[in-house]
Structures are given as structure tokens and as C-alpha cells.
């Protein structure tokens, strides 16, 4: 668990990580399971979801062919920004309690989270801490271990298994019930939702630099929620099954090259679930370069993001060396893993005489 503080949270971590010390003295193992039991399908969602794909495919090709160079250039920036309202805002802020924010950053994330359009901040961490406290288990709302597919989008198109609804209800979330502005979204998110995600980015492209109404709507608003959907669902989905586990080779998280690759800031999922109360989701160095921390960290600048929590570089190395997989690259200068032929091949200037 993070450092010893008075500020309860309420967070819940994978059963290696509930020591004092970062889980380093022993290994606690966890069962991972699933019952296998048949999928309760809602056709309702997965007629919407076909839907949604097609128009967004159909924005694609206006994106390409018909679209202004200005909406051309503006949508990789609207996606970091509707991103930002999950990865910052309800994963980082609220799920985690990586750090705290003033009023008017965290109404900055309540905003850019209604706009990501992934339901209430609230139902969503609260989601989020249960898969990490029973993560590939039935009580996990993406369990891997139902497939690839299921951990992606098959989950929202089917009923939750009951130990899904059962653990849900266990989880601590007083922390979400004492923030005023958290509850305020909860109580009026469909009112608020469908301006903010649909309305808004239809709208203000036809005003400010007149796209027109065809392409606003199925480019900025339609084929910019699918893509951010699908960007935060490869985290369940690939980034459990595909790619490294360089700090802990015994759970199934793992940092997937292609979301890393992405800069926003979740790819680092093997460290996530091993730290998760860290607020870059990543080591300190070249490793947290990416826009969510970078979001983060300028907030921190100007006084509105504060009490960063993160975790010690000598606690990263302990934890690698003890369950990593061996795929985390050496730590620097005279690592016991350094290759010979890169210790010969340094240049070494301006040594005193004496070394």
C-alpha cells in the first residue's frame, strides 16, 4: 500500500501489493478464475454498438475525403483531450487517488470525463476498484480470462455476473460520496452527457470554422467517442494479455508496447497494477513521459494539483529484481545485467587521475 497517511481512500490494490512495503517481503498468491457461466446478452447495447462502429468507419472515410484541414488537424487533439477525462480525471483523481485537485481542475475533469461519455465518474471508479481488487476473477467487470473480446466490449454487452454486483457493493466509496461536485454528476449525468459529448463537438465545428453539419457530427463527435472508447477498452483487454510484465511476472497486467507507444499515459498496466496509487502510472525518468502525467504535473506547477503520490526509484528496482520477468532494461551504469560489449564500448571524459 502507499506510505502510511491519515487520508483513507478507499482504494483497493491487487492482493500483492496490500503489504507496508510494496509487497517485497513475501509473495501472496491470488486465484484467478471464472465459471464459465453462459453470457445473458443485451441486445440493446450490442445493436447501438454496431451502430456506432459503422457510422464511425463512415466517419473515417470523411475524415480523409471531405472533411476541413482544420477538423483534420483538431482530431488527434480532441482525442488526447476526451482521454484526458478517463486517464486523469476518473482513473487517476478519483479511481486511484493519485493526487488531489482544487475545485476548478476537477471541475476541468468532470467536464472532459462527461465528454469521454463512459459513464458517471462514480460508477466508473467504482467499476475500476473492483477489477482491481478481483482482477481475472468473476467479480471482475472485464475479466481477461472470459477472452479477449469479452474484456474489450463483450462486457458491456451482456448482464454483470453476479460477483461483479456482490463485490461492488463491498467496495469502499466514501471518498466519491464526500466530494459534492462527483455526486452532482452522478445525479445528473443524462442531462449533462448528451450536450457536452454530442452536442458540443457537432456544434462548435460548424461555428468556429465551418465544418459542415455531416462531418462534425459522425467525425468529432461520433468517430472521436469510438476511438477514445476503444483506445481506454485496449487497456482491459490487450494490456492483459499482450506484451511485458518487467515488474511483476505472476499477475496478468502487462506494459503493452502499443499503448505506451500511444504517450497517454496507460500502457504501463504490469506497473499500474503493481503501484497503483502511483499518479504517472509509470517510473519516474523517460518512462512518465506522457500527456496525462505531463496534464497532471502543470496543474501541480500552478498550485491546483497537489499531493502527487509516487513511488521511490529503489522500491521500482527491489520489485523488478524480486517477481519481474526480466524484460526491464538496466538500470544505468554497472547494472549487474549490463552487457560486457556496452561497458567496453563507453566513452568515459573527463575522469579525475586519480579514478
Known amino acids: 500500500m502507499p506510505p502510511k497517511s491519515n487520508d483513507i481512500t478507499g482504494v483497493l490494490y491487487e492482493s500483492d501489493a496490500e503489504t507496508l512495503d510494496g509487497g517485497l517481503a513475501k509473495d501472496l498468491g491470488q486465484l484467478k478464475t471464472t465459471d464459465g457461466s453462459k453470457l445473458q446478452l443485451v441486445w440493446r447495447n450490442i445493436v447501438l454498438f454496431v451502430i456506432l462502429h459503422l457510422s464511425s468507419l463512415y466517419g473515417v472515410w ?30 487517476r483523481l478519483w479511481a486511484h487517488r493519485t493526487f488531489k485537485a482544487n475545485v476548478p481542475l476537477r471541475l476541468i475533469f468532470l467536464f472532459l470525463n462527461t465528454l469521454a461519455f463512459q459513464d458517471a465518474v462514480y460508477i466508473w471508479a467504482r467499476d475500476h476498484r473492483v477489477h482491481h481488487k478481483y482482477t481475472e476473477t468473476d467479480a471482475d467487470p472485464y475479466n481477461s480470462r472470459r477472452g479477449w473480446f469479452f474484456s474489450h466490449i463483450g462486457w458491456l454487452c451482456c448482464r454483470k455476473h453476479p460477483d461483479v454486483v456482490a463485490k461492488g457493493k463491498q467496495i469502499d466509496l466514501s471518498d466519491l460520496e464526500a466530494d459534492p461536485l462527483v455526486m452532482f454528476q ?20 460548424m461555428y468556429l470554422w465551418g465544418e459542415s453539419l455531416n462531418c462534425a457530427w459522425h467525425v468529432m463527435a461520433l468517430l472521436r467517442w469510438c476511438t477514445t472508447l476503444n483506445l481506454i477498452w485496449l487497456v482491459n483487454s490487450s494490456a492483459h494479455m499482450f506484451g511485458m510484465r518487467p515488474y511483476d511476472k505472476n499477475i496478468s497486467p ?60 529503489d522500491l521500482v528496482r527491489k520489485r523488478v529484481q524480486r517477481t519481474g520477468d526480466g524484460s526491464h532494461p538496466v538500470w544505468g551504469w554497472g547494472d549487474k545485467d549490463q552487457q560486457r560489449e556496452d561497458i567496453v564500448g563507453t566513452t568515459v571524459t573527463h575522469q579525475r587521475k586519480d579514478d
Open 186 to 205: 452522478k445525479k445528473y449525468y443524462l442531462w449533462l452527457m448528451p450536450p457536452i459529448c454530442f452536442l458540443l463537438p457537432t456544434v462548435l465545428p
Open 62 to 91: 470523411l475524415l480523409f475525403t471531405t472533411a476541413t484541414w482544420t477538423t483534420f488537424l483538431l482530431f488527434p487533439v480532441a482525442l488526447v483531450v476526451t482521454a484526458l477525462g478517463i486517464s486523469g480525471g476518473a482513473h
Open 254 to 313: 502487462t506494459d503493452e508496447s502499443f499503448l505506451v507507444g500511444l504517450r497517454f499515459g496507460e500502457g504501463y498496466h504490469n506497473y499500474h497494477h503493481v503501484f497503483p496509487w502511483d499518479y504517472k502510472s509509470a517510473e519516474l525518468g523517460p518512462y512518465s513521459k506522457d500527456v496525462t502525467t505531463g496534464f497532471i504535473d502543470f496543474f501541480a506547477r500552478i498550485g491546483w494539483a497537489y499531493d502527487l503520490k509516487s513511488v521511490s526509484c
